[in-house]
């Protein structure tokens, strides 16, 4: 049997980022065979404004990869903008109880609660014109009595003895013009994509560690254009977020900062400046250093080093208040007495050195930057960085390194027949 070729393709508002890998059974991991990004084209702050030009980015990436493999692409994993999505948590319970007050919970009272879960998502879709494309179980409940008021969080309910159990999920819609539109680029490059989710589910069940997601934790994709933040306790998804800022905005203001005007040949230099001198963290010499926007160093526009750090500084540190502030005014979050332990941060913007320190000072938690640990043939540090977190982890999450299923393989055949482009996944774990 030949082996089995995967892309996974994440679609970001300032990059597109793809991989191709192959699992290795053995080591019950994956094996990245080559890498490849390119500039979003197409997209304007995540929405699709220009399929021609998002198609012929797409292609880009995809022709290169399979080029550098020099075989067939078996499947194809997609991430999509959350701008175009909608998520929520929705909670359902199931009386399992026979004439002696309990019964054991079985695989299959497990299966018709999901698919009752899932019908009930899929009435209510077609008000918000969208689909479902992806949905986590974050946890089960057994209720050993009648009486609901005692209760306990099982990481799999089969074979318990209980009166019913309950199942709360996570689930994500999205708007069916953007699957459509994306199914129809994807169809003219020859190219169908089996499963599709969010960058922020692969990408936050790969950088957080199972341990900080049980004792509670934030993820922070601080990508280009909008951080993404999810919030974890006892291992499941308690609130997501997204706020409409990021590393572009870090961008504009060293632009502001020279006096320059907002147009896309400064945003060009500017962003060579803020890769070359990626470094938050001040040193005694960088006040006798200057930077030119401009290639004449003979110019008198220019900042001195520890101007423009104390630039991006402002502009990162603002963002995260931001975040913390909306965590804050969050009365549900706060009513269950949800909190978190740690910080970790992923994304093309969370490479920026200091990051973390600063993510620390504003959230008062320890805080530490994830990259993905690529087992890889290729250039192991060109990829193993902030930004391929959320892609890397979404080759594992549909890959089946992450995601642990309790229900019957039958049961999955029979749901993903339902769902197209839907794979039930139990979060993981130890």
């Known amino acids: 049997m030949g082996r089995k070729i995967t892309l996974a393709l ?12 192959e699992i290795v059974e053995f080591k019950n991991s994956i094996h990245v065979l080559a890498a490849k990004k390119e500039r979003s084209l197409g997209l304007e702050n995540g929405s699709i404004k220009n ?10 990436v995809v022709d290169p990869l399979i080029s550098e493999v020099g075989d067939y692409i078996d499947e194809v994993y997609l991430s999509i903008p959350p701008v175009n999505t909608f998520c929520n948590n929705i909670v359902k319970s199931m009386n399992v ?20 879960i899932i019908e009930d998502i899929k009435r209510g879709t077609s008000e918000h014109e969208s689909t479902l494309i992806d949905f ?23 074979s318990l003895a209980a009166f019913s159990f309950s199942m709360e999920m ?28 969010v960058p922020y589910i692969p990408g936050a069940l ?61 945003f060009e230099k500017a962003e060579k400046i803020k890769k070359k001198y990626g470094n938050l963290i001040i040193d005694a010499e960088d006040s006798q250093k200057n930077v030119y926007i401009e290639q004449d160093l003979l110019s008198d526009n220019f900042l001195t080093l520890e101007q423009l750090k104390l630039v991006m500084q402002e502009r990162v540190r603002e963002i995260f208040t931001l975040v913390k502030d909306e965590i804050d005014k969050n009365h549900s979050l706060s009513a269950r007495g949800i909190t978190f332990s740690q910080v970790v941060l992923a994304g093309g913007s969370a490479k920026l050195e200091g990051v973390g320190d600063i993510a620390g000072e504003v959230f008062g938690v320890p805080s530490l930057v994830a990259t993905p640990f690529i087992d890889s043939g290729i250039d192991f540090e060109e990829i193993n960085t902030p930004e391929f977190v959320p892609v890397y982890g979404l080759a594992e999450y549909f890959a089946g390194d992450i995601r642990k299923p309790v229900l019957s393989s039958g049961f999955l055949n029979r749901l993903v027949g339902k769902i197209k482009t839907i794979f039930f996944k139990k979060k993981g774990g130890e």
């Open 10 to 21: 994440d679609l970001g508002s300032y990059e597109l980022k793809g991989i191709v890998f």
């Open 51 to 60: 399929p021609e030009a998002l198609k012929k980015q797409i292609a880009n």
């Open 97 to 116: 109880a026979d004439s002696k007050g309990s019964s054991l919970i079985t695989n299959n009272d497990v299966s018709q609660l999901t698919e009752k």
């Open 136 to 158: 986590i179980i974050n946890e089960y409940r057994v209720y050993p009595t009648s009486n609901k008021v005692h209760s306990e969080i099982v990481d799999n309910p089969v």
């Open 170 to 197: 996570f689930y994500v819609l999205a708007k069916t013009y953007i699957l459509t539109t994306l199914q129809s680029i994807f169809e003219e490059l020859e190219i169908l994509f089996d499963r599709c989710t």
């Open 206 to 266: 790969k950088a957080v560690p199972y341990t900080a997601r049980k004792n509670g934790a934030l993820y922070l994709d601080f990508g280009a254009s909008f951080t993404d933040c999810v919030i974890f306790k006892n291992n499941s998804i308690v609130h997501y977020f997204s706020l409409p800022f990021g590393g572009y905005h870090v961008t504009s203001d060293i632009i502001k900062a020279f006096g320059k005007s907002v147009d896309d040949k400064n």
